[in-house]
């Protein structure tokens, strides 16, 4: 499932590819932000790099829950149950 999801992007042309790369990296931005606030941790405080690990790590967790998301609308659609 996850080759095919990766050959289908790669397919996609490159002004497309691009969108979809910022808005899931905003999205990673988003979410890092409010993780940091959640451990009250000052984003001055750490380095590029600790922020672009942060922020891949959550562009990670965003791509395998679209991709658990699109596996379960599957699924659903072929009627078996998740559970």
Known sequence: MEESL???IKNLPERSRRKLRLKLREKAIMRTRARLIENRVDIDDLSDE???VII???EDKLL???KTKGLIALLALLGISWI
């Open 64 to 66: 395998d829950e679209y």
């Open 56 to 58: 891949r790590d959550e």
């Open 50 to 52: 600790e922020l672009e």
């Open 6 to 8: 990766i050959s289908r």
